[in-house]
């Protein structure tokens, strides 16, 4: 099937001239894919529309942050009800309460929160915060996390740096660098090694508990659990980056799924609801450290904004209700055999890695469970079946080392769909 891609060609053309590379996050590009970006001109429920009139049925959601699906009719009416009051203040509101009591009843780590307008900013500032705690100086990353675009984070980082070769950036002071241990996901001895050389240094390990930022890679039995001893032993703090798995593993995150609780917990995505947000919170005594409480200083004009606080709520009100996390555990099921099904009679070489409601297929016959692993994923396969299903009407991330995330807005019959579309987008490669 020939996709016309005609007016999103034409916008790009416009883009790149006005925006670096034509738009305003990197793996939008497509570069990963060697694509021409699709311009959407709307989305409703499971699908997109582009600015050619082609529909797609989308699993990006937005990168996390739609798991009800988009322009769900309860968010979007909750929005609406509060851009009639006014869309930002500059002041204390209501609903800043009421999503700060949800995070804390949901959430076992947080007993006090503050809402930024982006996980980086979450991310940024929790380190701050760990490092104001300790008084110590050094962090400790994983290789393929992605913790936003923070200097001292985008070392080794995934997502768009992974995708762009640039693991690394310019522009990153090596002095700011240097604070930043890397070690190897999955393999508590490297981070047993770290702490042996810098004792009394290292402020905190900050994670993804579920890396979704090279592709899905779970944490392996006792990982986890090791992290949390680790650092306690240590007097560091545990950091759990929570921006994709907050809400989405399950409504107390990834913390509650496996049972170990993290001195800071950062989140974002799901709790804005297609809004700006991002959110960091943890321990009381932690927490008091932050400004006006304490002398850490953090900030933002449009923190707690009414617009994006209604938006989270009407989201994880409606995320609550009964069934919901079962619904989308059974379809992202329905969805993975369905593909590992299709890949065996197929003969392909590629694994799934998959857990609640995502999964990334890797075009590797190595188990994928660190960053040197799924490095070794053929990527220009991963292109193909790209735009292939893409020609198919299914928008799968543009880039291998990205997750596809299911939201509630999906149905069995999308399912069946996309699994005919990958069926003969493998047969194709
Ligand atoms: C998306 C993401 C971030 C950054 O959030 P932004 O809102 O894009 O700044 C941080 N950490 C993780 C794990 C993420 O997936």
New binding site residues.
């Given amino acids: 099937m020939k996709l016309n891609l005609t007016k999103s060609k034409a916008l790009y053309k416009a883009a790149e001239k006005l925006m670096p590379g034509g738009v305003n996050s990197p793996v939008r590009s497509f570069n990963a894919v060697a694509g021409s970006p699709v311009f959407v001109a709307k989305a409703k429920g499971a699908c997109i529309y582009d600015e050619d009139g082609n529909k797609y049925i989308d699993y990006m959601s937005s990168?996390?942050p739609l798991i009800l699906g988009h322009a769900d009719a309860d968010v979007v009416r909750a929005v609406k009800k509060a851009a009639e009051l006014g869309t930002s203040y500059g002041a204390p509101c209501r609903n800043e309460i009421e999503l700060a009591k949800h995070v804390i009843k949901s959430v076992p780590s947080v007993e006090m929160v503050r809402m930024t307008s982006?996980?980086?900013e979450a991310?940024m500032s929790a380190v701050r915060l760990a490092r104001a705690f300790t008084g110590r100086d050094y962090i400790i990353k994983f290789e393929g996390c992605?913790?936003?675009h923070a200097d001292y984070l985008l070392v080794k980082a995934g997502s768009g740096a992974t995708t762009f070769g640039t693991p690394s950036s310019p522009g990153v002071p090596k002095a700011f660098a240097d604070r930043t241990l890397l070690a190897t996901y999955n393999d508590l001895a490297s981070v047993e090694e770290l702490f042996g050389n810098y004792p009394d240094r290292i402020a905190a390990i900050i994670l993804?508990p579920v890396a979704?930022?090279m592709g899905v890679v779970l944490p392996e039995e006792g990982f986890l659990e090791g992290l949390r001893r680790i650092a306690s032993e240590n007097g560091a703090l545990l950091i759990f980056?929570e921006?994709?798995t907050g809400f989405r593993m399950s409504h107390g995150g990834a913390q509650k799924a496996f049972d170990v609780i993290p001195d800071i917990t950062?989140l974002?995505?799901i709790i804005g609801g297609g809004l700006p947000v991002?959110a960091f919170g943890g321990r009381r005594d932690i927490m008091n450290m932050v400004a006006p409480s304490g002398p850490m200083y953090q900030a933002g004009t449009l923190s707690g904004n009414p617009l994006a606080m209604a938006a989270g709520l009407a989201t994880l009100h409606k995320l609550a209700g009964r069934g919901n996390y079962q619904r989308l555990r059974k379809l992202t099921q329905m969805m993975v055999t369905g593909i590992a099904g299709i890949i065996e009679e197929l003969g392909i070489r590629a694994r799934i890695n998959s857990v609640e409601s995502m999964f990334t297929v890797f075009f590797t016959d190595e188990e994928p469970k660190d960053y040197r692993s799924v490095l070794k994923s053929d990527t220009k396969m991963y292109s193909k079946f790209f735009e292939n299903l893409l020609r198919a009407g299914i928008m799968f991330p543009p880039s291998q080392f990205e997750a596809v995330f299911l939201s509630l807005a999906h149905t069995e019959k999308d399912v069946d769909r996309t699994l005919d579309a990958v069926r003969k987008s493998l047969s194709a490669l």
């Fill in positions: 990168w996390g982006s996980g980086t991310t992605y913790h936003g993804e979704a930022n980056d921006v994709i950062c974002g995505k991002g």
